[in-house]
């Protein structure tokens, strides 16, 4: 695999189209056997779980499965912003439900305890989350997924839903910051 550019960066291979569809298969089959009691309804958050989401319920693959989709951002260039902007709230009603949030990566975990924050005011029975990546040495709050795909080190990754500034969600590996070689 190559190194690629996007704007003002150079990115390296980090995990392989392989790895991930392995990891996203036994992922769903754990949430299958944990969620067997349970009639959740899934919520997809806009835009960087977009990819993860439908791997995961198309594997997933029960009939009655039901998803929703939440827009937040708090991500500008390659850091948090710490602020929590709403683009498109919830259009279902979750009240007494079982919810499973699915995320593409946990970072500061700012987001985490806004979303179980709102969901509560919104009266939902539990909140869960799946996130296909988890960042610990960046999670500055208590909050952390029930599930995740892979742990990894606090670098900035993109490809497979996630960008940057909008470019490299349909990339199918995942790819990492180049670091930058100091030249004498
Ligand atoms: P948190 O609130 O800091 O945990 O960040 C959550 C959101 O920031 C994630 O759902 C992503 O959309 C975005 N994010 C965090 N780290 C990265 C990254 O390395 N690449 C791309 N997006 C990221
Ligand atoms: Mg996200």
Same mark, same amino acid.
């Given at each position: 695999m190559k190194n690629i550019r996007l704007q003002d960066l150079e990115f390296e291979p980090f995990i392989s189209e392989e790895e991930i569809k392995q990891r996203v298969h036994a992922l769903a089959q754990e949430l299958k056997a944990a969620l067997a009691e349970e009639n959740p309804v899934f919520v997809c958050m806009l835009s960087g779980a977009f990819i993860f989401a439908a791997d995961l319920l198309r594997a997933y693959d029960k009939d009655n499965t039901e998803i929703s989709f939440l827009k937040w951002s708090s991500y500008q %260039?390659? =850091? =948090?912003? %710490?602020k929590m902007t709403e683009h498109?709230?919830? #259009?279902?009603d979750v009240k007494g439900r079982t919810v499973v949030i699915i995320e593409d990566i946990v970072d500061s975990g700012r987001t985490l305890e806004a979303l179980h924050q709102h969901l509560k005011e919104k009266d939902v029975k539990k909140s869960l989350v799946v996130s296909l990546l988890y960042k610990p040495q960046a999670c500055i709050t208590n909050y952390r997924p029930d599930w995740f795909g892979f742990e990894i080190p606090s670098k900035f990754v993109l490809g497979y839903g996630m960008d940057y500034n909008e470019q490299g969600? #349909? #990339?199918k590996s995942i790819y990492t910051l180049k670091e930058k070689t100091s030249s004498c």
């Open positions: %260039g390659t =850091s =948090s912003k %710490g498109l709230p919830l #259009l279902i969600r #349909l #990339l």
